[in-house]
C-alpha cells in the first residue's frame, strides 16, 4: 500500500489521505477525484472510520475477497476510476445500517462485522428494484440473528465470507440463505422461555457491563422502536442539547428507595446485580433522566400520567411507553412500585420480541 500512498499523476498529486477523507464526506461529490479535491471542503468532513477499515471495505467492494492480501492488489488506478461509485456505496451503506437497524455514524465503528458483511452483500445483490422489499426482510433477519444470536464470535472475516459463500451456493435465494445462517448461533433464549413468575430468569445483559456485545444488541433492540422520551414524547438523540441528547435510564433508579431496596434484596439472593439488568433499561433524554433519577417509578410516572391527563393525552403517553417495550400491565406495576413483575413482564417482551424479529416464517 506504501506505492499507493502517494502520486503524481499527470502533474497531479493522489494521496491516500485525502481520498479516504473525501469517502467519508457526506456531501455530493465530482466523479472525479482530482476535481473534488480541488473544490470540496473535505478536510473538515468528520472520519466515520479509520483508514484500515475503510482500506478493507473498499476491497470488499471492488475484490469482494475478505484475506487481507487482497488489499494490496487494490490499485491506485482502482481508486481513481471507483472513487464515484465508492463514495457512493459507502454512503448508502451507512444509510441502510441507521435506517434499517438505528446504528449512528458515530456508532459505526462497534458494529465493523455488520457493516462488513452489509458491504460484501450490497457487492453482490444486483437484483431488481421490486427485489429491494425482500432484500431489506433478508438483511433484517439476517442481522438480528447475528447480533442477538452473536453469530460472529472469534474469527469474524472467516465467519462473514461464509455468509456471503451461503449466498451465491443458494443461488442468491434470500430464505434458503437464512436457513443456514440460522444454525450457526451460538446464543441461546431458552431459558427466558422456561422462566415463571416463581422462578424468574434475566437476559444476561445489564449496564454495568455496557461494553459486551450482548449489551450492545439490545440496546439496538431498544433503538428499534424508535424510543420516545416519556415526558416530552421526542424521540432522544446523540448531541450535546440535553433537552434532547438520548440517555440510558435505569426505570427503577438505583439511588432510589426502591432501587437501594432492590438491591439490598437482590444481595441476598445472590443477584446483585439485577437492578442494571437490560429489562431496568430504557432510553429518554438527558433532561427528563435528571429530572427522575432519584425517584421510584411510583411518584414520577404518576406524575408524568397525570401531566398527559391534564392535557386529555392519556391515550398518547401508552404509546409512548410501548416505544419503550412498556406495556398497559407494566404501567400498573411501575405505579406500585412492583420491581419482580415488572421486569419478569419486560423480558417476556423481550423474548417475543426476538422471536418475531429472528425466526422464519
Same mark, same amino acid.
Given at each position: 500500500?506504501?506505492?499507493?500512498?502517494?502520486?503524481?499523476?499527470?502533474?497531479?498529486?493522489?494521496?491516500?489521505?485525502?481520498?479516504?477523507?473525501?469517502?467519508?464526506?457526506?456531501?455530493?461529490?465530482?466523479?472525479?477525484?482530482?476535481?473534488?479535491?480541488?473544490?470540496?471542503?473535505?478536510?473538515?468532513?468528520?472520519?466515520?472510520?479509520?483508514?484500515?477499515?475503510?482500506?478493507?471495505?473498499?476491497?470488499?467492494?471492488?475484490?469482494?475477497?475478505?484475506?487481507?492480501?487482497?488489499?494490496?492488489?487494490?490499485?491506485?488506478?482502482?481508486?481513481?476510476?471507483?472513487?464515484?461509485?465508492?463514495?457512493?456505496?459507502?454512503?448508502?451503506?451507512?444509510?441502510?445500517?441507521?435506517?434499517?437497524?438505528?446504528?449512528?455514524?458515530?456508532?459505526?465503528?462497534?458494529?465493523?462485522?455488520?457493516?462488513?458483511?452489509?458491504?460484501a452483500f450490497h457487492s453482490s445483490f444486483e437484483g431488481s428494484p421490486a427485489d429491494l422489499v425482500h432484500k431489506k426482510e433478508f438483511l433484517s433477519k439476517w442481522f438480528?440473528?447475528?447480533?442477538?444470536?452473536?453469530?460472529?464470535?472469534? $474469527?469474524?472475516?472467516?465467519? &462473514?465470507? *461464509? !455468509?456471503?459463500? /451461503?449466498?451465491?451456493?443458494?443461488? %442468491? +435465494?434470500?430464505? $434458503?440463505?437464512?436457513?443456514? &445462517?440460522? *444454525? !450457526?448461533?451460538? /446464543?441461546?433464549?431458552?431459558?427466558? %422461555? +422456561?422462566?415463571?413468575?416463581?422462578?424468574?430468569?434475566?437476559?444476561?445483559?445489564?449496564?454495568?457491563?455496557?461494553?459486551?456485545?450482548?449489551?450492545?444488541?439490545?440496546?439496538?433492540?431498544?433503538?428499534?422502536?424508535?424510543?420516545?422520551?416519556?415526558?416530552?414524547?421526542?424521540?432522544?438523540?446523540?448531541?450535546?442539547?440535553?433537552?434532547?441528547?438520548?440517555?440510558?435510564?435505569?426505570?427503577?433508579?438505583?439511588?432510589?428507595?426502591?432501587?437501594?431496596?432492590?438491591?439490598?434484596?437482590?444481595?441476598?439472593?445472590?443477584?446483585?446485580?439485577?437492578?442494571?439488568?437490560?429489562?431496568?433499561?430504557?432510553?429518554?433524554?438527558?433532561?427528563?433522566?435528571?429530572?427522575?433519577?432519584?425517584?421510584?417509578?411510583?411518584?414520577?410516572?404518576?406524575?408524568?400520567?397525570?401531566?398527559?391527563?391534564?392535557?386529555?393525552?392519556?391515550?398518547?403517553?401508552?404509546?409512548?411507553?410501548?416505544?419503550?417495550?412498556?406495556?398497559?400491565?407494566?404501567?400498573?406495576?411501575?405505579?406500585?412500585?412492583?420491581?419482580?413483575?415488572?421486569?419478569?413482564?419486560?423480558?417476556?417482551?423481550?423474548y417475543n420480541e426476538i422471536n418475531r424479529l429472528c425466526e422464519l416464517n
Open positions: 500500500m506504501v506505492a499507493k500512498t502517494y502520486r503524481i499523476i499527470d502533474n497531479k498529486i493522489f494521496d491516500l489521505r485525502s481520498y479516504l477523507k473525501m469517502i467519508n464526506y457526506e456531501g455530493r461529490l465530482a466523479k472525479d477525484y482530482f476535481a473534488t479535491k480541488e473544490d470540496v471542503d473535505y478536510e473538515n468532513s468528520n472520519e466515520i472510520l479509520d483508514g484500515s477499515t475503510m482500506l478493507f471495505l473498499i476491497m470488499l467492494l471492488l475484490k469482494k475477497g475478505f484475506s487481507q492480501p487482497k488489499i494490496l492488489t487494490v490499485t491506485t488506478e482502482d481508486l481513481l476510476n471507483n472513487f464515484s461509485f465508492i463514495h457512493k456505496s459507502f454512503h448508502e451503506i451507512s444509510g441502510e445500517l441507521k435506517n434499517y437497524f438505528k446504528i449512528e455514524q458515530y456508532e459505526i465503528t462497534n458494529y465493523q462485522p455488520v457493516l462488513k458483511f452489509i458491504t438480528w440473528n447475528t447480533v442477538l444470536y452473536n453469530r460472529y464470535p472469534g $474469527a469474524q472475516n472467516e465467519r &462473514i465470507a *461464509k !455468509d456471503i459463500d /451461503r449466498f451465491h451456493k443458494s443461488g %442468491k +435465494k434470500f430464505d $434458503a440463505t437464512l436457513v443456514e &445462517i440460522i *444454525k !450457526d448461533r451460538t /446464543r441461546s433464549f431458552e431459558y427466558i %422461555k +422456561k422462566s415463571t413468575s416463581d422462578n424468574q430468569q434475566f437476559i444476561e445483559a445489564d449496564y454495568e457491563s455496557k461494553n459486551q456485545q450482548i449489551y450492545s444488541a439490545f440496546y439496538l433492540l431498544l433503538k428499534s422502536k424508535d424510543p420516545k422520551d416519556f415526558r416530552s414524547g421526542i424521540i432522544p438523540t446523540k448531541g450535546t442539547n440535553t433537552s434532547t441528547r438520548i440517555n440510558e435510564h435505569h426505570i427503577f433508579p438505583s439511588n432510589s428507595i426502591i432501587g437501594k431496596q432492590i438491591t439490598r434484596e437482590s444481595e441476598n439472593n445472590g443477584l446483585a446485580n439485577r437492578i442494571n439488568n437490560i429489562a431496568n433499561i430504557c432510553l429518554i433524554t438527558d433532561t427528563t433522566n435528571k429530572s427522575i433519577q432519584h425517584s421510584n417509578p411510583s411518584r414520577y410516572i404518576a406524575d408524568i400520567m397525570a401531566e398527559y391527563k391534564k392535557i386529555n393525552k392519556e391515550t398518547e403517553f401508552i404509546k409512548i411507553m410501548e416505544t419503550q417495550f412498556i406495556s398497559q400491565k407494566m404501567i400498573d406495576y411501575l405505579l406500585i412500585d412492583d420491581f419482580s413483575n415488572f421486569i419478569f413482564e419486560r423480558t417476556n417482551l423481550f
